[in-house]
């Protein structure tokens, strides 16, 4: 039984929990975690012609995690056979990550198993709703990006003047 006291913004909150609690978001596909797609979608997203492999620093801003973190996931995709590193000749330093195969593979299964799974949510809301929610989640998305650049902007005045104060 829904509480009418209860807040629009509490409500909003709620909403947002129920994610967490859903686990849509934490499915496997064939046998990935969810970490490992989003590092094989990055990697199939972020090569081409020009460019055919991606260094683990392309690959960490993207996703916004530290390179520790991605050389770690890419340690278990190239163990699975889904990712393979090449070593630069001219600096061994640098590495080139590209997707085996296999990795293409997995990853278009991938794809494929997120768009069914939206399907059936345009399905299930239909058109209009899910143009709506489209609409509604961008701006969701852009509020809090504009308010954490916000945020790291204020942070970066207030230690220019405490630094200019030392």
Known sequence: MENNNISTEQKLMRAFMQF????????????????????LFCIK????????????????????????????????LEANGLVERNIDPTDRRAV?????EKGEMVTKKARDAFLASFHGLVEYLGEEQSNQLAELLS?????????????????NQLETVTSEWR
């Open 96 to 100: 080139g990550i590209k997707l085996t």
């Open 139 to 155: 701006k969701v998305f852009v509020y809090f990006n504009e308010k954490e650049a916000s945020l790291h902007q204020s942070q």
């Open 20 to 39: 967490n609690k859903a686990g849509w978001q934490h499915r496997s596909v064939a046998g990935c975690k969810p970490s490992e797609i989003w590092v």
């Open 45 to 76: 997203k972020g090569v081409n012609p020009e460019t055919p492999e991606m260094k683990v620093s392309d690959i960490s801003k993207l996703l916004h995690v530290t390179s520790p973190t991605v050389t770690q996931l890419i340690k278990g």
